[in-house]
């Protein structure tokens, strides 16, 4: 019979007995000290460029990136260059709804992510990341006209605020940005997409440029707007992110040079955008013909302009905030060449799918 009980056999007995505990002890001080490592191990960041994560313990964050210890080293993250996070222990509502958001279903993400009990996250990063979620959520509902913008304002200044060494600092920053735009404030769009010229990636240096230039463009700053443009089309780009970046920037140079009246010259640049089109890419797509659109409008040709809205009102319909625009020109458009039940079609579409949108 095992028994550790310590008798009076003699210390030898004595002796043995006591080893046992201690070894015994030992063991099972190893495992739990195992257990923590293994869980320490158990953070795993993505990057932009690949779909395997690399593990470790994450140990600090700032708003310019993570550090990862992983074994006896420490990797860097920039900020820019992480896609997501995963925490070990984290909830299954932030890990569905993290996903979720990720791929631009807003609507379940927030389903998923408002089960959470954040007060019950019990690390901060975690809690951060719902928060952020939530954040992302609701600006970018609310800026394809399904959601309060003000609100959606409200719940991404207190993120920056009480959220200022996230590793989503810059994120939230051109969701700001992007708000500010949507509710006819270009100058303020302009200082939120400023900051990010201090993020650690190039591609958000060069994203910061080309929104700058964006907000000129509302504005009628059609030179100065062509100058931010040419700064982007002019780099040698070395990621398909800044590449992408270009070709954006070309088509707000179209835009720009038909508003400066170099009508053909828009046309012109941005039908070569269109010849090589890559139609799976929904955003980019939709945005090229959108700014076709506006190039039609600002030479005056109302008919070219309604047939460049109504490719992305019928085959980019998936990218809300582009197809609400295109929708928007369609409801001023369509009476001008003698069709205004067309008109009212694309009103009742515009207010059913986008009730805030222009609001």
């Known amino acids: 019979m095992n028994d550790l009980r310590l008798t009076d056999s003699g210390p030898t007995d004595r002796l043995f007995c006591i080893q046992r505990i201690a070894?015994?002890?030992?063991?099972?001080?190893?495992?739990?000290?195992?257990?923590?490592?293994?869980?320490?191990?158990?953070?795993?960041?993505?990057?932009?460029?690949?779909?395997?994560?690399?593990r470790g313990q994450i140990e600090t964050v700032t708003k310019n990136g993570i550090?990862?210890?992983?074994?006896?080293?420490?990797?860097?993250?920039?900020?820019?260059?992480?896609?997501?996070?995963?925490?070990?222990?984290d909830p299954s509502g932030l890990t569905k709804g993290r996903e979720f958001a990720l791929d631009g279903q807003y609507d379940q993400a927030l389903e998923e992510l408002e089960k959470i009990d954040i007060s019950?996250?019990?690390?901060?990063l975690g809690k951060t990341d719902a928060v952020f979620y939530m954040t992302l959520c609701k600006a970018k509902m609310a800026l394809a006209g399904r959601g309060d913008k003000g609100e959606a304002v409200k719940m991404a200044m207190s993120f920056v605020?009480?959220?200022?060494?996230?590793?989503?600092?810059?994120?939230?920053?051109?969701l700001l940005g992007d708000l500010a735009l949507a509710m006819n404030n270009p100058q303020q769009a302009a200082r939120f997409y400023g900051s990010l010229r201090n993020a650690p990636t190039t591609e958000m240096k060069i994203d910061s440029v080309y929104l700058v230039g964006?907000?000129?463009?509302?504005?009628?700053?059609?030179?100065e707007a062509l100058a931010e443009f040419d700064k982007i089309i002019g780099?040698?780009?070395?990621?398909?992110?800044?590449?992408?970046?270009?070709?954006?920037s070309k088509a707000g140079k179209a835009v720009a040079l038909a508003k400066s009246g170099q009508g053909?010259?828009?046309?012109?640049?941005?039908?070569?955008?269109?010849?090589?089109?890559?139609?799976?890419?929904?955003?980019?797509?939709?945005?090229?013909?959108?700014?076709?659109?506006?190039?039609?409008?600002?030479?005056?040709?109302?008919?070219?302009a309604i047939m460049a809205y109504l490719h992305t009102h019928l085959m980019f319909?998936?990218?809300?905030?582009?197809?609400?625009?295109?929708?928007?020109?369609?409801?001023?458009?369509?009476p001008t060449v003698g069709k205004p039940e067309r008109a009212a079609e694309a009103r009742q579409e515009l207010q059913n799918r986008y009730p805030g949108y222009g609001k």
């Not at 030992?26 to 690949?50: E, I």
């Not at 959220?163 to 920053?173: I, K």
Request: with cysteine.
């Open 23 to 54: 070894t015994i002890t030992l063991a099972v001080a190893c495992c739990f000290v195992s257990a923590r490592q293994a869980h320490a191990q158990n953070d795993q960041v993505y990057v932009q460029s690949s779909t395997k994560s690399q």
């Open 317 to 334: 319909s998936t990218e809300p905030g582009a197809h609400a625009e295109a929708l928007s020109h369609l409801v001023e458009l369509w």
């Open 235 to 248: 780099i040698k780009a070395a990621t398909p992110g800044a590449v992408r970046l270009q070709t954006l």
């Open 67 to 89: 550090e990862l210890k992983m074994g006896g080293n420490v990797k860097k993250f920039p900020a820019g260059d992480i896609a997501k996070i995963l925490l070990q222990g």
């Open 161 to 174: 605020q009480q959220n200022g060494d996230s590793w989503h600092f810059y994120d939230v920053a051109k």
């Open 120 to 124: 019950k996250i019990k690390r901060d």
């Open 214 to 223: 964006l907000t000129m463009l509302a504005q009628g700053q059609n030179s």
């Open 264 to 304: 053909a010259e828009g046309l012109s640049l941005v039908s070569s955008l269109i010849e090589t089109l890559n139609p799976t890419d929904v955003e980019m797509a939709a945005r090229i013909y959108n700014a076709q659109g506006d190039c039609y409008v600002a030479s005056g040709d109302k008919e070219g």
